[in-house]
């Protein structure tokens, strides 16, 4: 049986599990399982991977995707780019030493999620917290030609402060991403510290925050005409793109 999985630590819940056993059931795949494997420090990863010789992919999180990098032979183009990892494909050629290829899909989610939302005037972007995931927004969208321009608490030279984000630097930056945890589940009532009343018809507003459904940034977009987008397809999108990677040689 040919297995995937999710490493990182802790896991006490996951998208990942539940979209692919769903997946597994409703396209009647057989001889395939998805696990999860809790991994309490790196090191423990080559370990994982001498003690399942049938694991031929995973996914990869909090707090590995920098970390995992230093265990693999390849990496994507957008992975070396963005400097994280998402996902593995594990091939073992005559089930000798494995070989590891690492990709970031987060930028295949985030673009085929986006694109059918652009509009002409979503030339500039303000992308809200500079993390993993920030960094992997603005590779997807200099990919699209979008300028963009980082909101920060401690902005390095560049970027923006949050004090900093007038009327008039909102009504040119129509397009604004949030990459940070802010509103997510359980504390809904967060939310980025934009200045809202700036916000229009024009504007987009997506958020890769998925639980809530909308957000206390997107509540507050949608309430001054803004066009609003959940992250809920990007991983979506991501997670069957992982597949396509994982079983491509099967």
Known sequence: MNKFGLIGFPLTHSFSKKYYDAKMEREQITGVDYQLYPIPDIPA????????????????????????MGYLNHLSPEASAIGAVNCIRIERPDGGTPILTGYNTDVYGFVESLKPLLRAEHQRALVLGNGGAAKAVIYALSQLGIHHTVVS????????????????????????????????????SGCPNIPYEHIEKGHLLYDLVYNPEETEFLRRGKANGASIKNGLEMLELQAERNWEIWTSNL
């Open 45 to 68: 990863f080559p370990l994982l991977l001498a003690d399942e010789p049938q694991l031929m992919g995973v996914n990869v999180t909090i707090p590995y995707k920098v970390a995992v």
């Open 153 to 188: 608490r401690s902005p390095a030279p560049g970027q923006f402060s949050y004090d900093q984000l007038d009327a008039a630097t909102m009504a040119s930056h129509l397009l604004i991403v949030n990459t940070t945890p802010l509103g997510t589940y359980p504390a809904i």
